[in-house]
């Protein structure tokens, strides 16, 4: 057997497109989304790099294969957190929820920032499933349509920025970080509360 980077045993033999595709997340978790290599996937497995060919097409697929499986972790995650809330305690469960996903994986976590590709079915499928999700809650509040995208647009932004700073060591001053994130929650939850329906245009 190899070990992953942690030095958890990843099996050799028998390997599947979906173990290949679990393992590769893993590895962004560990060394970052912008380098899951093949190379690197393949010292996982102790194997050479063209018997990963034999379960994914190439990096590009590989990169494919597992934004959408983590879009799809991620949804379910958001999901699960504002089941059998409504309004603010779903906004707040939404929002720890993201935050949560974000910190346990972040190499996961970087895959699923970017729209996916219009040709791209599953990938649009897991991203609908999680735009669902956030429309539930943004409906709690009255919003719909433009109004729900322009909400979600700008929670989704403040969230991603909060959530990429953590990870990169941004918060230096010596005050809680749990407390700030709190209080941003708070300060988005008064502005989807208060949201101005969109002038017609």
Same mark, same amino acid.
């Given at each position: 057997?190899?070990?992953?980077?942690?030095?958890?045993?990843?099996?050799?033999?028998?390997?599947?497109?979906?173990?290949?595709?679990?393992?590769?997340?893993?590895? &962004?978790?560990?060394?970052?989304?912008?380098?899951?290599?093949?190379?690197?996937?393949?010292?996982?497995?102790?194997?050479?790099?063209?018997?990963?060919?034999?379960?994914?097409?190439?990096?590009?697929?590989?990169?494919?294969?597992?934004?959408?499986?983590?879009?799809?972790?991620?949804?379910?995650?958001?999901?699960?957190?504002? &089941?059998?809330?409504?309004?603010?305690? &779903?906004?707040?469960?939404?929002?720890?929820?993201?935050?949560?996903?974000?910190?346990?994986?972040?190499?996961?976590?970087?895959?699923?920032?970017?729209?996916?590709?219009?040709?791209?079915?599953?990938?649009?499928?897991?991203?609908?499933?999680?735009?669902?999700?956030?429309?539930?809650?943004?409906?709690?509040?009255?919003?719909?349509?433009?109004?729900?995208?322009?909400?979600?647009?700008?929670?989704?932004?403040?969230?991603?920025?909060?959530?990429?700073?953590?990870?990169?060591?941004?918060?230096?001053?010596?005050?809680?970080?749990?407390?700030?994130?709190?209080?941003?929650?708070?300060?988005?939850?008064?502005?989807?509360?208060?949201?101005?329906?969109?002038?017609?245009?």
């Amino acid at each position: 057997m190899a070990s992953g980077s942690h030095g958890t045993p990843v099996a050799r033999a028998g390997l599947t497109s979906a173990t290949v595709v679990g393992e590769a997340a893993r590895l &962004a978790d560990d060394v970052g989304w912008d380098r899951l290599t093949l190379a690197g996937l393949a010292d996982r497995f102790g194997v050479a790099v063209p018997s990963l060919y034999k379960h994914v097409d190439g990096l590009g697929a590989l990169r494919r294969e597992v934004a959408a499986s983590s879009v799809r972790e991620f949804g379910d995650a958001l999901a699960t957190a504002i &089941a059998g809330a409504t309004k603010r305690e &779903a906004f707040r469960a939404m929002a720890y929820a993201f935050r949560r996903y974000a910190g346990a994986h972040p190499g996961r976590y970087a895959s699923t920032v970017r729209a996916p590709d219009p040709d791209d079915e599953e990938a649009r499928a897991a991203s609908t499933e999680v735009l669902e999700t956030v429309g539930r809650v943004m409906a709690g509040y009255g919003l719909e349509g433009a109004d729900a995208i322009d909400a979600t647009r700008a929670v989704r932004s403040a969230l991603h920025g909060f959530v990429s700073l953590e990870a990169a060591g941004g918060f230096g001053i010596p005050q809680d970080v749990d407390r700030s994130f709190e209080r941003m929650v708070d300060l988005l939850d008064a502005a989807v509360r208060s949201w101005r329906p969109a002038r017609p245009e």
